[in-house]
Every structure is written in structure tokens, then in C-alpha cells.
């Protein structure tokens, strides 16, 4: 086993994989990682593309949380919290994930003890995302974006729409919430702020959101609840499992 990273109670940790990184062979080995509930559910999945994209995401989180404590990436157990959210089970052992995937892309995000919600989005996407947001944004968020010139427009939705996943994520709660009923203020892309309509009761300055660029393509949100000033937020890469290259 390699050395244990420190995770300290204000850091959050970001790991990504690259899929194309990924050869059919490596993600044919990931398999018998899997737990026997996790490969039953991995079978009900009709297409090979969507197997495929379940078996790296189920086992990217099991390699990652190994850099963490000295378990092997197989032996991790997960239970379900009570909104259906997975959480570790092993015992003595004190980690938060979640984990979110595009098509090229996925990512893991580890903390100690905070709930936790992670978004990843592949941003050139040809719909019209701007549709979308007339009918899932605030008010106050509509006015913010459409006061945008409109080239930055379509960068300016995924900010919102990735932050907005990872809130629901990290409350536990998911679509129900309605994502009209909390709004995000963008000042940068560690300055952030939300407001919560009468129908959710929180506490807007309990949360933490930080947005992340990790390549042209991709946007990634992160939502931490927790009132901690001092967030460290660090990224890695990663290939699970990658062979080591002989000389």
C-alpha cells in the first residue's frame, strides 16, 4: 500500500480520471473489484457503453478512497444515507464522497467529515441550454445570465447548472428541492453565494461552493456545508490501476 494522503477537516479533495485514458483491457480488470450488489446492478444496464461508464465510476470512487486509509480497493463497503445518498461503511473509518461523470470524464470528491456535492458537465454540448434555463433557473438567476453579453451566456448556465447539481447532491435531497427555489450569486469562481426561497430552510451562509475549469471542455462544481473560512480545496489525476510502465 502507498503512502496515506492527509485530509485534513477544511480540505476537500477533487479526483478526476480521463475515460480515453482508459483501455479496454484496464476496465476489464475493474470488474471483480466490484461488490456482487454493485455487478448485479452494473448487468441491468442495457447498453455496454453505459456498463462500461457504471464499472470506472464504481471503481474510481474505491481506488481513490484507498489513497485515504489502508483498505484495499475492493473491500470497501457503502451504505445508503437517508436520502439514498451512498456513504462509507467501514468500520472506524471517517469519509464523505460523492462522485459525478460526464461522457469523457469522471470525478470523486472526498472530505473528512462535510456533506459534500460534486457536479461535472461537458460545456459543448449543441442544445439549447438557454431553454433550459428559463425553465429551471430563479428569477434572479435569469437576470444575471441575460445580462451577459451572448457569447458568455452558454459558459454562464453550466456555472449555474453545476452548481446547482452539486447543492441538491450535497443536501441529499436531489430535484425535489425545485431548482428554482435557491439562487447563486457568481462573483468569481471562489466567490459565490446562495439564497434560499421560504420553502427551503437553511442557512445560505452554512455552504461553500467553489467552480473548477479542469479542461476547455468541462466544468465542475463543488458544494461543501460547512461554515469553515479556511477551505482548501486540491485536484489531482489519476488513472485507477494504470500498470506501471516497465523500462
Not at 29 to 58: C, G, H, K, W
Not at 105 to 126: Q, W
Not at 196 to 218: C, E, G, K
Request: with cysteine; glycine share 4%.
Amino acid at each position: 500500500m502507498a503512502q496515506l494522503l492527509t485530509l485534513d477537516d477544511n480540505e476537500v479533495h477533487i479526483w478526476r480520471t480521463d475515460i480515453c485514458q482508459l483501455s479496454p483491457e484496464l476496465v476489464a480488470s475493474y470488474l471483480p473489484l466490484m461488490s456482487e450488489q454493485e455487478q448485479q446492478r452494473n448487468r441491468r444496464f442495457r447498453s455496454e457503453q453505459s456498463r462500461v461508464a457504471d464499472m470506472i465510476t464504481r471503481v474510481f470512487a474505491r481506488t481513490v478512497l484507498s489513497h485515504y486509509a489502508d483498505i484495499e480497493p475492493a473491500d470497501w463497503t457503502f451504505s445508503q444515507g437517508e436520502h439514498g445518498k451512498p456513504e462509507v461503511s467501514n468500520q472506524g473509518i471517517k469519509l464523505r464522497f460523492n462522485l459525478s461523470h460526464s461522457s469523457k470524464m469522471v470525478a470523486c470528491a472526498v472530505s473528512r467529515s462535510h456533506a459534500i456535492g460534486l457536479d461535472i458537465e461537458y460545456i459543448k454540448r449543441k442544445n439549447d441550454v438557454l431553454a433550459i434555463a428559463d425553465r429551471y433557473f430563479s428569477k434572479l438567476e435569469l437576470n444575471a445570465l441575460f445580462s451577459l453579453p451572448v457569447d458568455q451566456q452558454q459558459d454562464r448556465f453550466f456555472d449555474y447548472w453545476t452548481l446547482k447539481e452539486a447543492y441538491i447532491k450535497a443536501d441529499g435531497r436531489g430535484i425535489s428541492l425545485g431548482l428554482g427555489n435557491f439562487s447563486f450569486a457568481i462573483e468569481n469562481a471562489d466567490t459565490i453565494s446562495i439564497s434560499f426561497s421560504d420553502r427551503i430552510q437553511q442557512d445560505p451562509t452554512a455552504w461553500q461552493f467553489r467552480l473548477v475549469y479542469p479542461d476547455p471542455d468541462h466544468c465542475m462544481a463543488l458544494a461543501v456545508q460547512g461554515h469553515q473560512q479556511d477551505l482548501l480545496v486540491r485536484q489531482f489525476e489519476t488513472v485507477p490501476l494504470k500498470p506501471k510502465s516497465s523500462c
